[in-house]
């Protein structure tokens, strides 16, 4: 377990950015305690500092996992988001995509979201742009990348992909072994 | 150029295959229900339900003219529908009602219906079948009228089952009666039974069971056990294991003459393990737990699946709107208790209920009713550091995580790494980010960290409580593995004792549970602790569940044990459980084995000498012993 490193952390930051924007600052300056990224096993933890405390005690092969996992470095040094930091992304999201009760067994199996299941988008979403998921009652499902704009996305036809599947909770139970 | 629709030669097209519409399940449904109870509607054609109808009005008749009760009725009573209802049949009809039963098959008469001719065929069949029926029964028009429908029920029958539809029906004349409970209780065992043998047997030993209210029950002799240990007649064991429980329950009344009490004992152990099929082993251990009426009802609870429980995740929302959404999604459910705010038990469902949108988002955890229990006596605070010694799956964990509202620390250990997968998806899934989870053999722990404000140690066990979970438990236990649990666990519980800070402001707490109903995992244990720690029993804050044993058998336990809580599948319907709350008030161990020993006995001889509680002596030892710091 180390802090990250001035590449890791640029690297990781933009890659936070893409969903939640400006509101990262949130992150790192809370006002309940301070709150730290630890790399560990070549994943990231978000972890409070009273908690990183007592995990300094337990010697690196025996400490599985502390706080919450927000992603994994490759093995290209890219940074890898995991579903796991959904708790902290839904909150922040700036754009979102809901999804109609049809379409949500399909996004979690790990689909695309099609026009067809497309229930509302943010306004101005631009093309590429980092989204959250939401179900019409607004259960945070994933998050993933829209493919179309905002404005494409009227005139496309149905079967269109609005959204790039990127993580979604369906993973609990589809990739229990590699979420840490 | 192409062909032309020409509209005088257009093909007529009926709705194609796939507009076909299907047939409603009624149909269908009748293809799978057991044909007997529409025998008679079904396959008897209308006319053939006339002339039935007709014969028993005939039977009527007959009473008066006193007429061969098989001949068919003069056409001059037919009704007059019946006569008109085909041209040809009529003649026929005449034709043979003229000649008596003695009429020729009707395989000449090309018109009649397929249940007719084999109608006709059958009563000219029963004829030849049954010319000694006749013999007998020429003047019983009750029994003869019941015979008769009998053919036309068994028109399909082969000559072999009709034989033994009669035979049955002289049995029931006879007076044998099959206890209605009985046979529903073993339903499932008929299923596995062979059709005809245990029929024959229970003729033989038939005149022995029905009068069983009468006469007393008579253990079979030690051949017989032997012969049953072969192929044993799991209807006659459930009864057996009846009768003898009845006796004992009056022995002094009931009892044969010249029997004792374990002769009986061990008939009923051998069949309570060959109808539960449990091992020598676990069923001596569980004889010796349960007085005999409660033993019988905890094998029969064990034999079923406790209902499906799951708690509310109220870091993420509340138990209404889980249940409303829920019950959208076609779940029935039902708070679990008075005792849980969280808890919710499911009747059925139409979705899995482990793969709903809701369980993914992590609103709700699958967890079993008696793991909320340990928590609940727990009772984390916020702000507390908190040590689950052995937390795989997490479900307990995060039930902890959710009372503490994500404050504090909780360090979640467990030795197996497999297991631990689960409990990260888990712990995540529920939104639960003040746990550490590590990787160590709990016994390492006062070690690696300590000073713990409240202890969690849910030990690994023989799991004789889970037995409907898991019955491979049933066999695969003997004293041995019973014991290596006991020492792991003894190794466990001071291990977590010494973890815990007893100066703690809030806590000192530690809470110690198995899955397991043996003692010597759960009271021995407990007592030992008590014995070599400066800990207490304090009461668990549960308002059921049985109380902990302070004897049992040669076993003498500290009277404070009367505090632990014992949860049983039969009793509380959720898996069988042992829960004990400690306080510790201090943080010195007694060090020396000869004093700590001798420090037992004066405890020991004050308890028995004053009856003082638990506190009392061991303020008492303190004072006789000052422990060094």
């Not at chain 2, 030993?205 to 002799?221: A, H, R, W, Y």
Request: proline share 5%; glycine share 8%.
């Amino acid at each position: 377990m180390r802090p990250l490193t001035e590449e890791e952390t640029r690297v990781m930051f933009e890659k936070i950015a893409k969903y939640i924007g400006e509101n990262l600052q949130l992150l790192v300056d809370r006002p309940d305690g301070t709150y730290c990224f630890r790399l560990h096993n070549d994943r990231v933890y978000y972890v409070s500092e009273k908690i990183m405390k007592l995990a300094a005690n337990i010697s690196g092969d025996k400490l599985v996992s502390l706080g919450t996992c927000f992603g994994k470095f490759t093995k290209t040094h890219k940074f890898r988001l995991h579903v796991t930091a959904l708790d902290y992304l839904a909150p922040y999201a700036k754009y979102k995509v809901w999804i109609k009760p049809g379409a949500e067994q399909s996004f979690l199996y790990g689909n695309h979201v099609l026009k067809s299941g497309l229930g509302r988008i943010t306004e101005n979403t631009s093309q590429y742009q980092g989204v959250v998921v939401y179900s019409m009652a607004d259960i945070p499902l994933g998050f993933g990348v829209a493919a179309k704009s905002t404005q494409d996305c009227r005139k496309v036809d149905p079967m269109a992909i609005v959204v790039f599947h990127q993580a979604d909770i369906g993973e609990y139970v589809r990739h229990e072994e590699t979420l840490t | 150029m192409g062909r032309k629709l020409d509209p005088t030669k257009k093909e007529k097209r009926g709705p194609g295959r796939k507009a076909r519409k299907q047939k409603g399940a009624e149909t269908e449904l009748v293809r799978f229900l057991p044909a007997v109870s529409d025998e008679n509607s079904k396959r008897l054609s209308s006319r053939a339900r006339k002339r039935a109808a007709k014969r028993r009005l005939g039977s009527a008749e007959a009473l008066k003219t006193n007429k061969s009760p098989e001949a068919k009725p003069l056409p001059g009573k037919l009704p007059k529908g019946a006569v008109q209802t085909a041209g040809k049949k009529g003649p026929q009809s005449l034709f043979n009602a003229a000649r008596g039963k003695k009429r020729p098959a009707p395989s000449s008469d090309e018109e009649e219906e397929e249940e007719d001719s084999e109608e006709d065929g059958m009563v000219n069949h029963g004829d030849l079948w049954g010319s000694e029926d006749d013999a007998d029964m020429v003047d019983d028009y009750g029994a003869d009228s019941g015979n008769s429908e009998d053919e036309e029920d068994g028109e399909e029958l082969l000559p072999i089952e009709r034989a033994a539809r009669k035979q049955k029906a002289r049995e029931a004349a006879a007076g044998i009666q099959w206890s209605e409970e009985e046979t529903e209780d073993e339903e499932e065992e008929k299923e596995v039974t062979p059709e005809s043998g245990p029929l024959k047997e229970e003729e033989e030993d038939g005149g022995l069971q029905i009068n069983v209210d009468e006469e007393p029950f008579v253990l079979p002799p030690a051949g017989e056990t032997e012969q049953d240990a072969q192929a044993p007649d799991l209807q006659r064991v459930h009864r057996r294991i009846q009768d003898i429980v009845g006796i004992l329950r009056d022995f002094g009344a009931q009892r044969e003459e010249g029997r004792s009490r374990s002769e009986y004992l061990n008939r009923l152990k051998k069949d309570l393990a060959t109808y539960y099929s449990y091992g020598d082993f676990l069923l001596g251990k569980l004889m010796d737990l349960f007085p005999l009426s409660e033993l019988v009802e905890f094998l029969e609870a064990n034999e079923v699946p406790r209902p499906v429980t799951l708690r509310t995740n109220t870091l993420k929302t509340r138990r209404r709107d889980l249940a409303q959404a829920l019950i959208n999604r076609g779940v029935n459910l039902d708070p679990l208790g008075k005792w849980s705010k969280t808890g919710l038990v499911v009747y059925d469902s139409s979705v899995p209920i482990g793969a709903t949108p809701e369980y993914l988002a992590g609103h709700y955890m699958l967890q079993g009713a008696s793991s909320m229990l340990p928590v609940m006596a727990l009772a984390p605070q916020e702000h507390e550091r908190i040590l689950d010694m052995c937390c795989a799956p997490g479900g307990k964990t995060s039930y902890m995580a959710q009372l503490m509202k994500n404050t504090g620390v909780i360090l979640a250990n467990d030795a197996n790494a497999e297991r631990l997968k689960s409990v990260v998806g888990n712990l995540h899934r529920l939104g639960v980010t003040n746990t550490v989870i590590s990787h160590y053999d709990g016994r390492q722990f006062p070690k690696v960290v300590g000073g713990f404000d409240r202890v969690l140690l849910d030990a690994p066990c023989s799991g004789t409580g889970v037995i409907s979970k898991d019955p491979a438990v049933k066999t695969n236990k003997d004293e041995k593995d019973i014991l290596r649990c006991a020492h792991l666990q003894k190794e466990l519980l001071l291990s977590a004792i010494d973890s815990v800070n007893a100066t703690s402001k809030t806590g000192g707490y530690l809470v110690y549970c198995t899955c397991s109903i043996t003692v010597e995992e759960n009271e021995w244990v407990v007592d030992y602790a008590l014995k070599k720690r400066n800990v207490r029993l304090v009461p668990t804050g549960l308002d059921f569940g049985q109380e902990g044993f302070t004897r049992f058998r040669e076993r003498r336990f500290h009277p404070s044990l009367r505090s632990t809580r014992r949860f049983y599948p039969h009793t509380h319907n959720m898996d069988g459980f042992f829960i004990a709350k400690f306080k510790k008030f201090s943080n010195s161990i007694p060090q020396s084995q000869t004093d700590g020993v001798l420090l037992c006995r004066s405890g020991w001889t004050a308890v028995v000498q004053s009856q003082l509680i638990a506190t009392s002596t061991f303020q008492v030892q303190a004072i006789l012993v000052p422990t060094p710091k």
